[in-house]
Structure formats: structure tokens, C-alpha cells
């Protein structure tokens, strides 16, 4: 007697899915020059930066006009933002990036992260009162050369900007949250890793770097300490709580990073709000 095969609706997307993740290629960077745009302009000014996941497809028009509103609050004059939908998102109720482009941030770069679930739909963007004077985007270490299912493209981006005559080199990621391995250490290490050297490479003075890093504890940072050129504002020593799960737990996953030589901050916190699942990190700097 023959058995019959009864596949669900749900369970026959996910074979399809995984046929086709292990298949088809990760997005690969072509050429690109971390020299272009830079000036060198250096000089004494101060600037606000705050980093926010704004749980995009989790959101609403209401939470994101919110969190624009918040930003504003916070004096920011550029705002690295993680998990931002496009205008044209079917996610959500659509227009997330006008919505947090409607304030005082009226100059924006979104560059997308190519997830295959989300397509071009969803990524990182990075709003300003100035216009950039470069901006660049780069696919981070993946684990093989073709989509796993759970393991998504990441991205960093760089946002060049003039304040007050210095030229300022704003980074900005949302690294692997996963288990997955490359070259014997955490995804996400390794994506640390390639962010250093690009930092590194670049030649503008004055860098800073932000966004959600999903580290598993505190000591997942030391890479970025270990360098000697960079400092942090989130550290063992203030480790301030970023990111709150749906058990109400709290950890320390978000940071802003800088090059400690040429940047003094002077203040900088976490502003707690139930409009995410994140808190807003926000940090003054001073340039030397």
C-alpha cells in the first residue's frame, strides 16, 4: 500500500526557501576606494550622534514619528539608524524613512542590506542636518558563498560629513546575531575585524562608529579595545542596557566607538522609551 505525503502549505515555503538559500550567492563588494571624498579637514567643533534600531518591521507609523520626535530631543546632529524599512516597504504601514527624515535629520543615506526575506526593502540608514560629502556601503564577512537560512547579509556603511569645517567619518553596521563560525571565530568577530581594518584604511582623522553589534556578553567589544586607537561608550565599567527582549530582560548589545585620539566625549547615556525594542544611545563629542 502506498503511503501518502501530506506537506503543509508553511512547510513546503520553508524546502523552497532553503532550496534556493543554498543556492543562490551572497552579495559580494566590487571595487571601492575608503580614500574617496576624505579632505583631512581638521579642527575644533561639537557634535551630537545618536544610534537607534528602530524595529522597523516590528513598528508603526506612530512609534517611528515618536522616535523622530525623540531624536530631535536629544540635539542630534546624525543619527545611525538599524533596521530601517523603505518608503515602498510591504512591511508595516510604509513611509518609515520619510517619517524619520520629517525633522530636524532631513539628509539621509539608506543603503539596504539584500536579506532574501526582505529583499532591497530593508537596512541601514544614516540621517544628517548636513549633507554627505561621500557615502559608501559594504557587505561584511558572510559564512560561505551562499544564503543559510537565519543568516542574513550584513552590512556597514560609511557617511563622510563636514560640521563646523571638520570632515567626520560616520560608520554605521548591524552585525550577525547567530552562533554561525568563520574562520574559527564568531560571524560577528570576524565582521568586527573587517570594520577595524577598514577604519584603519580610511584616512579621514576623525572616526566614529554605531549600531546594534548583538555581542553575546561584554568581552565580545575587547576586539575594538585591543587596537589601542579606539574607545567606547558602552564598556564592563558602564555597561548601559540598549536592548530589551520579550521576557523584559536587558542586555548591553548596542555601542558607539571612537578614534580616542582625536575625539573627547563629553556626554553621553541611553534614553529609555517603549518605542522599540532597542534604546537610543546617544553621545557629544569634541574634536581635537
Not at 9 to 19: R, Y
Not at 271 to 278: G, I, L, Q
Amino acid at each position: 500500500m502506498k503511503r501518502k505525503i501530506c506537506i503543509t502549505m508553511a512547510a513546503a515555503v520553508l524546502i523552497i526557501t532553503a532550496l534556493l538559500c543554498a543556492c543562490t550567492p551572497v552579495p559580494v563588494n566590487g571595487e571601492y576606494d575608503v580614500t574617496r571624498g576624505v579632505t583631512g579637514a581638521r579642527g575644533e567643533t561639537e557634535f551630537t550622534l545618536v544610534s537607534y534600531n528602530v524595529h522597523g518591521g516590528g513598528s508603526s507609523r506612530a512609534l517611528m514619528q515618536s522616535i523622530t520626535e525623540q531624536i530631535d530631543e536629544s540635539g542630534a546632529d546624525i543619527a545611525n539608524l538599524q533596521e530601517v524599512d523603505s518608503d515602498d516597504s510591504p512591511r508595516g504601514e510604509g513611509g518609515y524613512v520619510s517619517i524619520l527624515t520629517g525633522g530636524n535629520l532631513k539628509e539621509s543615506f539608506f543603503s539596504p542590506t539584500m536579506t532574501r526575506e526582505f529583499g532591497d526593502y530593508y537596512g541601514l540608514m544614516t540621517a544628517s542636518k548636513y549633507k554627505a560629502d561621500d557615502t559608501i556601503s559594504l557587505f561584511l564577512p558572510y559564512p560561505g558563498e551562499n544564503y543559510k537560512l537565519g543568516i542574513e547579509p550584513r552590512i556597514v556603511t560609511r557617511y563622510l560629513v563636514t560640521i563646523g569645517g571638520v570632515q567626520i567619518a560616520v560608520y554605521n553596521t548591524h552585525l550577525d546575531f547567530t552562533d554561525e563560525q568563520l574562520n574559527g571565530n564568531l560571524l560577528r568577530l570576524e565582521q568586527m575585524k573587517f570594520i577595524i581594518e577598514l577604519m584603519d584604511s580610511d584616512p579621514c582623522p576623525y572616526k566614529v562608529l554605531s549600531g546594534d553589534f548583538n555581542v553575546a556578553d561584554m568581552d565580545e567589544f575587547s576586539v575594538f579595545g585591543e587596537s589601542g586607537k579606539y574607545a567606547m561608550l558602552v564598556t564592563p565599567s558602564n555597561p548601559l542596557p540598549t536592548f530589551r527582549s520579550g521576557d523584559g530582560k536587558e542586555s548591553s548589545i548596542d555601542n558607539i566607538i571612537y578614534t580616542s585620539d582625536t575625539m573627547e566625549l563629553t556626554k553621553g547615556g541611553v534614553t529609555r522609551s517603549d518605542y522599540s525594542d532597542h534604546f537610543m544611545l546617544y553621545a557629544t563629542f569634541k574634536t581635537k
